[in-house]
């Protein structure tokens, strides 16, 4: 890139939070742009660079060569001029490399690393402390962000007294108590059980969205939220746009629905290993984007009315030729699919195909579609594509059904094997 296309780029990012970096022992080159009130998943495999991104974000890290810009003002500018890749040179006058405290970043880990000798509301108070408040005015702020996480009656313990979740609560009110400009969330919910990784989800999906609300005329821009992760559901719950890494490069970018509903990188696809349809919450179940009901069982941190995503595994699925009866033991989802693929996978067979808007298209002799299907919810920012979806089937099930691209078939799936989780709209 030339130094004048390399200032071009940096100057169309003047808001929200630029990180480019290039760290040659590491084999990553990479630039990633958050724009204000925007929550990025950054998505890839171990190794794939996400640590070193966010790593230089906050300040911990210095590159070879590389930029950080948040609303405009420089917090790293390293390397020489005129370089290739991802990352902008652009003429540097001198190094700019400000430290962690000064670069009004806020990092959550996946360990939420308390101090244990300070009570919980101290340790809350830290954080505005640290970016200069008064104490008194940095306990105030503390008990208030207690209050917003549910933990007002944790206050006066340790670290120690605390479960996992609850410990991580308090980082994540310690961390937008100091009311950072730049959120990191590094795998915010790894090191977390079953129990606590939901309550710690739904509670970031609470505060992120309420900071985002929050800000109006003559407020402090709403922060850009960079969040590594490598579940699928973290990304689906908390972000607006997934940026997929692999071995240090950006491979894909897009929509956190359309990455993972159509996967053009192995990573993605893999990730994706899930069948997804995207719509609203009800009380049963999904209601498609532009489709009917799907019946499904409600994750806890979702209500009817949420902007939910259904998904349930391939081999959840089975396939037939003609519409099957409706179960009667417990209901089933039928949708009718146009199949593109059939791939062997060891003992198995991977079909996939599209979701058919129109039920006349489905081959004569059908009934047409149950009370559940069809459904033709299309991905977000791809309203013309239907949804593709997958279905792990044995090879003399493929073999009986003489499944070939182009076939017209029925997915069917019982409601108790689809999940339905809350998405960002
Ligand atoms: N301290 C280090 N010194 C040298 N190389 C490192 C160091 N830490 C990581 N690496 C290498 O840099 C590359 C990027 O690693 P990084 O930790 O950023 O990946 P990641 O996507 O965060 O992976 P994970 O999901 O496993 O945390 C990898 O090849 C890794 O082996």
Not at 13 to 40: C, M, N, T, Y
Not at 246 to 272: I, K, T, W, Y
Not at 382 to 411: K, N, Y
Request: charged share 20%; net charge neutral; hydrophobic share 45%.
């Amino acid at each position: 890139m030339s130094a004048r296309a390399a200032q071009s780029s940096v100057a169309a990012h003047d808001r929200g939070l630029l990180v480019a970096a290039e760290v040659q022992v590491r084999g990553v080159s990479a630039q990633v742009h958050v724009a204000p009130g925007e929550v990025v998943a950054l998505l890839g495999a171990n190794g794939a660079g996400k640590s070193t991104l966010l790593g230089v974000a906050a300040g911990m890290l210095r590159p070879d060569r590389g930029r950080v810009e948040l609303d405009g003002e420089v917090l790293l500018a390293v390397g020489s001029s005129g370089g290739s890749g991802a990352v902008p040179g652009g003429p540097m006058n001198r190094p700019v490399d400000l430290p962690p405290h000064r670069r009004g970043v806020a990092l959550l880990a996946q360990e939420p690393l308390l101090f244990p000798h300070l009570s919980v509301l101290d340790n809350v108070a830290f954080g505005p402390r640290a970016a200069g408040a008064s104490r008194r005015a940095a306990r105030d702020a503390a008990a208030r962000w207690l209050e917003r996480v549910d933990l007002t009656h944790l206050a006066d313990r340790r670290p120690g007294q605390l479960s996992g979740g609850q410990a991580q609560r308090v980082a994540v009110a310690r961390a937008l108590a100091a009311q950072p400009r730049a959120l990191l969330l590094d795998e915010p919910m790894a090191a977390l059980d079953v129990t606590a990784a939901p309550e710690v989800r739904q509670l970031l999906r609470r505060v992120l969205s309420e900071a985002q609300d929050g800000a109006g005329p003559g407020q402090p821009p709403q922060p850009p939220v960079l969040l590594v992760t490598h579940d699928p559901l973290d990304a689906l719950a908390l972000a607006d746009r997934a940026v997929v890494l692999d071995a240090g490069h950006v491979v894909e970018e897009g929509p956190v629905r359309e990455v993972l509903s159509q996967p053009r990188s192995a990573f993605a696809a893999r990730l994706a290993e899930l069948n997804l349809l995207a719509g609203t919450a009800a009380a049963d179940g999904l209601r498609a984007e532009s489709g009917p009901t799907v019946a499904g069982v409600l994750d806890p941190g979702c209500s009817a009315g949420d902007a939910a995503v259904a998904v349930f595994p391939p081999a959840a699925v089975a396939i037939h030729r003609e519409h099957p009866a409706t179960g009667v033991s417990s209901p089933r989802n039928t949708i009718p699919v146009l199949v593109s693929a059939v791939e062997p996978r060891g003992a198995l067979v991977r079909v996939r195909g599209s979701v058919e808007a129109d039920p006349a298209s489905i081959s004569p002799g059908n009934s047409g579609p149950g009370d559940s299907g069809p459904v033709d919810s299309g991905p977000v920012g791809h309203p013309a594509a239907a949804p593709v979806l997958a279905a792990d089937i044995t090879a003399a099930s493929a073999a009986d059904l003489d499944l070939v691209p182009g076939s017209r078939v029925w997915f069917a799936v019982k409601a108790a094997e689809v999940a339905v989780h809350a998405a960002r709209r």
